[in-house]
């Protein structure tokens, strides 16, 4: 659940998806990834490596003249056999050790290289690793893009705040079981966050058993085109025609399918407060 610093502020929800940051865990994965895709191929002891070797020679010397502006008489061999760094030494230094935002331009550098040592399939598990650990940024071909944005955070966290513990109670455990690091439950989350529609909606219109039509009617000046907005969404994520029985119950929900659920819910919820109160 959002812990009290987060909900009041004092420890941004921006941290729960690694927004504008990167814990020791996502750093470590993701350096390992870059290890075993493309640094581990260096063998200058063996002949058969000689053409990987190269490439990523050519590669390294790009990356001194073009990303970290070194002079390339400055560049050691990529394995050092004597007491000083290699450039292999000195890359992982500054992987572990720089700016959060650093290592995403480090490796948005090596994926548009020429060499394409970091290919799709090395792309395709640097993402895994990036959801795993509920990061807000993806590859999105061969750059890295921010999926998630201060305005979505803002909905959570506005939804969070919401006076009734019933609204508050599933949405914090939607927002638990996505961003869990260990073991998320997005299939789960889905469903808490349509529930926190529920609570909201019955709260709204007085009816422990109200849909969101009574809600809906419950509100004053609202513009017909909203409240059909509105109807749809709730019949898409209703028992009768919706998510329950269609997303719910398919085998391959993934975090966008979570997330998206969670924003528009927390903003839904947020929305009927206010109005409500109008």
């Known amino acids: 659940m959002a812990r009290f610093s987060q909900r009041h502020g004092y420890s941004p929800l921006e941290q729960a998806f690694q927004r504008e940051s990167i814990?020791?865990?996502?750093?470590?994965?993701?350096?390992?990834?870059?290890?075993?895709?493309?640094?581990?191929?260096?063998?200058?002891?063996?002949?058969?490596?000689?053409?990987?070797?190269?490439?990523?020679?050519?590669?390294?010397?790009?990356?001194?003249?073009?990303?970290?502006?070194?002079?390339?008489?400055?560049l050691p061999e990529f394995h050092s056999r004597h007491r000083y760094e290699g450039a292999y030494d000195q890359l992982k230094k500054h992987f572990l050790t720089c700016?959060?935002?650093?290592?995403?331009?480090?490796?948005?550098?090596?994926?548009?290289?020429?060499?394409?040592?970091?290919?799709?399939?090395?792309?395709?598990?640097?993402?895994?690793?990036?959801?795993?650990?509920?990061?807000?940024?993806?590859?999105?071909?061969?750059?890295?893009?921010?999926?998630?944005?201060?305005?979505?955070?803002a909905a959570i966290e506005d939804g969070l705040e919401h006076?009734?513990?019933?609204?508050?109670?599933?949405?914090e455990a939607a927002l638990r079981m996505l961003s869990d690091k260990q073991a998320p439950d997005y299939r789960n989350s889905i469903k808490?966050?349509?529930?926190?529609?529920?609570?909201?909606c019955r709260l709204v219109s007085g009816n422990k058993s109200a849909t969101l039509?009574?809600?809906?009617k419950k509100i004053q000046n609202l513009h017909?085109?909203?409240?059909?907005?509105?109807?749809?969404?709730?019949?898409?994520?209703?028992?009768?025609?919706?998510?329950?029985?269609?997303?719910?119950?398919?085998?391959?929900i993934s975090y966008a399918d979570a997330k998206f659920m969670l924003v528009v819910c927390a903003a839904f919820v947020s929305y009927l407060k206010v109005s409500a109160n109008a």
């Open 213 to 216: 039509g009574d809600a809906l």
């Open 99 to 153: 700016e959060w935002f650093a290592v995403y331009d480090f490796i948005e550098e090596i994926s548009l290289d020429q060499s394409n040592l970091l290919d799709d399939k090395s792309r395709d598990w640097v993402n895994n690793v990036l959801e795993e650990q509920n990061a807000a940024y993806r590859f999105v071909g061969k750059e890295i893009a921010e999926i998630t944005d201060k305005q979505e955070i």
């Open 23 to 74: 814990d020791e865990a996502l750093r470590t994965k993701l350096w390992n990834v870059l290890k075993v895709t493309i640094w581990d191929k260096y063998d200058h002891r063996d002949y058969r490596f000689q053409e990987t070797n190269q490439r990523i020679d050519m590669m390294m010397k790009r990356l001194w003249f073009n990303f970290f502006n070194k002079d390339l008489d400055a």
């Open 192 to 200: 808490e966050s349509i529930s926190a529609v529920e609570a909201a």
């Open 163 to 171: 006076p009734e513990k019933p609204v508050r109670i599933h949405l």
């Open 224 to 252: 017909p085109v909203l409240s059909k907005a509105f109807n749809q969404l709730y019949g898409y994520t209703s028992d009768a025609s919706g998510v329950r029985h269609s997303l719910v119950d398919d085998a391959n």
